[in-house]
């Protein structure tokens, strides 16, 4: 059994650790944005794993 995807709200991070684990990836194509944006308003914001477990996605 196998993964056929993986979804992600943020795609350059998952690519990072994705390349660190020496997965074979597809060349990253240029854009003019200059990060993943759904919005104007959008606030980048540090993700850091939390005390005790409370974080789910790590």
């Known amino acids: 059994m196998g993964v056929d995807g993986i979804i992600s709200d943020m795609p350059w991070r998952l690519r990072e650790i994705l390349e660190k684990k020496g997965a ?12 993943y944006h759904l ?20």
């Open 39 to 58: 919005e104007p308003n959008h606030n980048e914001v540090e993700v850091k794993k939390a005390e005790g477990g409370q974080d789910a996605s790590h």
């Open 24 to 35: 074979k990836l597809r060349p990253t194509v240029k854009v003019a944005s200059p990060k």
